[in-house]
């Protein structure tokens, strides 16, 4: 694997590490001692990372895990709420913001497809990434659970939100309402991810997804994952106004007119098969 960038400082390092590896930025929260539990430290730095990835070439694919046996503990306790109580509104708003951005904000909309590879136990503000992300992937044995309500409080910033969009009503009810842990299998039958695999099989399965992706056109892989996320809240008419222009949008500025090039390999030159397999590309 490839370290970073030695002509340029990298704003990771402190609290998160990124490895690349042919075209995957593996972005691990790196506090395992706190089970990488959010803290104002990570929130800057992902912020930063995010930044920094959109224009890294090495970057093709953001996977997003933890380090040692956690996903993410969800946000620390003691230092992104306690030590916030007495910090002026102002600022722990801009902090709160910031959570915001590279949690959810950002990860929907991000350029570059991004996967979460949940290695451990995940927890409540963890489900915003965790939702945010395209695509994610479980370890069979890790264990997820919405334990706002066993320390007193709801789960908040858009955790809510985020659990139903993916998860049945009931099912987001009874997990909010219980505080129940449920582990990677479940996790899959609930749709919080898209597949649970052994734990010796995870890095090779996210592997896998990254690389199926890098395998697609990336512009036309951006506009159809931003149009999955817009076309969710509108009515059908709407959607059908705003699809078409995007779909306008994506064939003037596709760089590898990826739509001319597939209909002239099949219809033409009959080398592939749009229904089984991508069309070659460059
Ligand atoms: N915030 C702050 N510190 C944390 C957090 C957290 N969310 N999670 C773990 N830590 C710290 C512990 O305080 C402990 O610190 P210490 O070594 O100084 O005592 C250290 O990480 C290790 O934690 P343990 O509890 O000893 O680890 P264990 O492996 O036994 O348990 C577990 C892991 C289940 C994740 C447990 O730490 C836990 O329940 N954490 C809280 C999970 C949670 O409810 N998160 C908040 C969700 S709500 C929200 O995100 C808005």
Not at 25 to 52: F, H, K, T, Y
Not at 109 to 132: D, E, H, R
Not at 177 to 196: H, I, P, Q, S, Y
């Amino acid at each position: 694997m490839q370290q970073e960038n030695a002509s340029k400082p990298s704003p990771w390092g402190e609290n998160v590490s990124v490895e690349f590896e042919d075209g995957i930025a593996w972005v691990s929260l790196n506090r395992p001692q706190r089970r990488n539990a959010i803290n104002p430290g990570i929130v800057w730095e992902m912020n930063a990372i995010m930044d920094a990835l959109e224009e890294d070439e090495r970057c093709k694919v953001m996977v997003v895990t933890g380090s040692g046996d956690s996903f993410s503990a969800g946000m620390d306790l003691k230092e992104y709420f306690r030590a916030q109580d007495g910090v002026p509104p102002i600022q722990r708003e801009r902090l709160f913001r910031a959570n915001a951005a590279w949690q959810w904000r950002r990860m929907m909309y991000y350029p570059k497809p991004t996967i979460s590879m949940v290695n451990g136990w995940c927890f409540g503000g963890a489900f915003q990434f965790l939702v945010g992300s395209d695509l994610a992937v479980a370890a069979e044995d890790a264990t997820f659970g919405l334990s706002e309500i066993n320390w007193g409080i709801i789960p908040a910033g858009v955790v809510t939100k985020a659990v139903l969009q993916v998860m049945s009503f009931r099912d987001a009810m009874y997990y909010i309402m219980t505080g129940e842990t449920f582990d990677g299998r479940k996790a899959a039958e609930l749709k919080l991810v898209n597949k649970a695999v052994p734990r010796d099989d995870l890095r090779e399965a996210t592997r896998e997804l990254a690389k199926t992706l890098m395998g697609k056109n990336p512009f036309v892989l951006r506009q159809a994952k931003t149009a999955c996320r817009f076309t969710a809240d509108l009515s059908w008419d709407q959607a059908a106004e705003y699809l078409m222009a995007k779909s306008d949008q994506t064939e003037f500025r596709d760089p590898e007119n990826g739509r001319n090039v597939g209909m002239s390999q099949f219809l033409d030159e009959k080398s592939f098969r749009p229904g089984l397999e991508g069309y070659r590309r460059g």
